[in-house]
């Protein structure tokens, strides 16, 4: 989707997203009263203050500053890291949307460090007509002003466009109560936006490490998606809260980190190991555990766990402590049906995939051998979310047997 689109998605969203205070179902909408003005500021700053997702916040902010300034369209641009882009999200599932952050007038009023107001959006040459031409909208006005962090730093830009009202110019009351809303949303997005950096962070060295840990063995990128996502559905059903289930979703990808320390004489001997071989390949569970243990983060606190866990059995017949039943930490008893579910299905230099079926009966079978029988339950009644999560991240080969 390109920024020519955008126009008439962020109306299309507007229209069904939230109430609407003035009469919209004519061109022409009037000033909202006072009583309503504040009726309508309460509302949403209520939603906006419950919301975490910079999506969401993002799109109340922008429903917020339309029935704040009768706009007939309102947006909230970002900027990315670099600060070379403008980009905004109208709507979950489609992707976001970005300019160049010295571009229009959202550019000018980020370059210019104060907000803008053009009631002749023709008449100005820093307006830019291609956007006008490819959705036949016509732009009259435009308010552009900067969204602040609490350092001061310009982190976006709040933009309105076309006043609805009888008088359809912006005027400096407009101004002002933009002005208001976006210092009140700017200290929200901030806080939404700190945590998703944390988040993706935090992410990004996982999923690094996790896979350095795997392509020496020829497992995938997606195989620590998997077991990832596998884990994540897995928590949920067996109770845990959203909380811990997202920061096993994290800490689950490490568990072969400990792969990195084995010799590739045995991570990738193509066919069976003899016993001694195999001593040495167990232990990764520890050497993860040693990787990870004294890292203070949570997510690494819990990837430690996992690490020396994951190989443990409910019987305790399992490595490297034989630890039993709920001795084994639930992070570690997750993972092992998440990792062993995916290792199964997948080829492996030492074995084909196997058929579903077959994976499905040995899982039975070790139901309060290998797996917490609980788990075994909570795996067989969210089936279908673990199947759709193997077909979203297929390795795109003959893996799984189909
Ligand atoms: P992995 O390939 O990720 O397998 C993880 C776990 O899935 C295994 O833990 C085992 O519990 C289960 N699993 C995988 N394939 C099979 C299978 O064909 N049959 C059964 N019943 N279970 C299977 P395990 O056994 O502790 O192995 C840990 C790691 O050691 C494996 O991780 C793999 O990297 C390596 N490994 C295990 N056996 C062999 C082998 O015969 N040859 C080679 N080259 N590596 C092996
Ligand atoms: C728009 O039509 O969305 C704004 C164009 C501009 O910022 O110049
Ligand atoms: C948890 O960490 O949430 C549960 C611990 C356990 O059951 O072992
Ligand atoms: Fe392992
Ligand atoms: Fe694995």
């Known amino acids: 989707m390109g920024f020519r689109d955008y126009n008439a998605l962020i109306h299309n969203l507007s229209e069904e997203s939230m109430p609407r205070y003035a009469d919209d179902k004519h061109n022409e909408r009037r000033e909202l009263e006072p009583s309503q003005m504040l009726e309508m500021i309460f509302e949403y700053v209520a939603l906006i203050s419950k919301e975490k997702e910079i999506d969401r916040i993002l799109t109340l902010m922008a429903d917020f500053g339309r029935e704040l300034v009768c706009a007939d369209r309102c947006s909230i641009w970002l900027l990315n890291e670099d600060k070379t882009k403008l980009w905004t999200k109208v709507a979950h599932g489609i992707p976001s949307i970005s300019i160049p952050s010295d571009s229009g007038i959202a550019g000018h009023a980020i370059s210019g ?26 732009t009259r006005n435009i308010t552009a002003l900067p969204v602040y962090d609490g350092e001061g730093r310009i982190i976006g830009v709040y ?6 009202s009888k008088e359809a110019v912006f005027s400096d009351v407009d101004l002002g109560r933009l002005k208001l809303a976006a ?47 596998y884990s994540y559905v897995l928590a949920l059903a067996f109770g845990l809260d959203k909380r811990e289930a997202e920061l096993l979703r994290m800490a689950s990808p490490m568990h072969d980190i400990g792969k990195i320390a084995i010799p590739d004489a045995v991570l990738k001997k193509p066919g069976k190991l003899d016993e001694a071989e195999f001593e040495i390949m167990k232990t990764h569970a520890a050497t993860g555990y040693q990787i990870l243990k004294n890292s203070s983060r949570r997510i690494l606190k819990a990837a430690a766990i996992v690490s020396y866990e994951h190989h443990e059995k409910y019987n305790g017949k399992g490595y490297p402590r034989g630890l039993k039943g709920e001795d084994i930490h639930i992070f570690g008893r997750i ?65 799984f047997g189909n």
């Open 183 to 229: 210092s009140y949303s700017g200290a929200m997005l901030e806080t939404a936006i700190a945590q998703k950096e944390i988040e993706d962070t935090q992410k990004d060295v996982i999923f690094t490490m996790g896979e350095a840990g795997e392509t020496r063995s020829k497992e995938t990128g997606n195989h620590v998606k998997r077991v990832a996502e």
């Open 335 to 399: 993972t092992a049906v998440a990792d062993v579910f995916d290792a199964l299905g997948s080829d492996r230099v030492y074995k084909k995939a196997w058929e579903l079926e077959k994976i499905l009966a040995l899982f039975k079978e070790e139901r309060g051998e290998h797996f917490d029988p609980k788990l075994i339950d909570a795996f067989f009644s969210s089936l279908d979310g673990i199947l759709s999560i193997r077909n979203q991240f297929s390795d795109n080969d003959n893996s």
């Open 159 to 164: 933009q309105a466009i076309n006043k609805m």
């Open 113 to 138: 460090a104060e907000p803008i107001v053009i009631n002749d959006a023709y008449a100005d040459e820093r307006f830019n007509p291609d956007v006008d031409i490819q959705t036949g909208y016509v």
